[in-house]
T-cell receptor, first 111, second 116 residues
Framework: DVKVTQSSRYLVKRTGEKVFLECVQD?????MFWYRQDPGLGLRLIYF???????EKGDIPEGYSVSREKKERFSLILESASTNQTSMYLCASIGSNQPQHFGDGTRLSIL | AQKVTQAQTEISVVEKEDVTLDCVYETRDTTYYLFWYKQPPSGELVFLIR??????QNEISGRYSWNFQKSTSSFNFTITASQVVDSAVYFC?????????????FGSGTRLSIRP
């Protein structure tokens, strides 16, 4: 079974802090994704990566950056957290001809 | 523009009733994938089905069935004899390109509540 692991289920940070959300997958997948989920808006794509050191902007990249130094790890970075970034963050990975597999999500609160 | 619409925000039915979740999509691509995911209260997204745009056959898996109609750009999901454990948020989604290994566009979700 594919395992996508997000480092924290719940996280509380303060405005202006630099926040790192980590995601690790164990199936050697090339494609990894970060989404945020908000009520009534579904899942919106922030960034995705097709390979190590490659990244592409999704639909809502503003205020975020990503890092993919190793194939199994895809990090989402909030450079200076703001209250409107309070949300559920979901990481996903996908192999060829397979559906996306999601992590359990990180519920991030910015105070 | 690619878009997925789930017009039903919330549905509540009594256990053992049948329920259909609607999904309408828009895309200019001739080849695409459609998905349904379930998100139970615990929060994880569970993959239910993926359908290639060339395959319009309906699919049944136990109490779940999916009706794909390209003519109306719809991919509806029916749960027969619903159970309390079916309570969750259900997302319909569209993958823009021929490969399912591309970004996926999600609908806003339908919250399904099954009352005992």
């Amino acid at each position: 079974d594919v395992k996508v692991t997000q480092s924290s289920r719940y996280l509380v940070k303060r405005t202006g802090e630099k926040v790192f959300l980590e995601c690790v997958q164990d199936m050697d997948h090339e494609n990894m994704f970060w989404y945020r989920q908000d009520p009534g808006l579904g899942l919106r794509l922030i960034y995705f990566s097709y390979d190590v050191k490659m990244k592409e902007k999704g639909d809502i990249p503003e205020g975020y950056s990503v890092s993919r130094e190793k194939k199994e790890r895809f990090s989402l970075i909030l450079e200076s957290a703001s209250t409107n970034q309070t949300s559920m963050y979901l990481c996903a990975s996908i192999g060829s001809n397979q559906p996306q597999h999601f992590g359990d999500g990180t519920r991030l609160s910015i105070l | 523009a690619q878009k997925v619409t789930q017009a039903q925000t919330e549905i509540s039915v009594v256990e053992k009733e049948d329920v259909t979740l609607d999904c309408v999509y828009e895309t200019r691509d001739t080849t695409y994938y459609l998905f349904w995911y379930k998100q139970p209260p615990s929060g994880e997204l569970v993959f239910l089905i993926r359908r290639n745009s060339f395959d319009e056959q309906n699919e049944i898996s136990g109490r779940y069935s999916w009706n794909f109609q390209k003519s109306t750009s719809s991919f509806n999901f029916t749960i027969t004899a619903s159970q309390v454990v079916d309570s969750a948020v259900y997302f319909c989604a569209l993958s823009e390109a021929a490969s399912s290994a591309s970004k996926i566009i999600f609908g806003s979700g339908t919250r399904l509540s099954i009352r005992p």
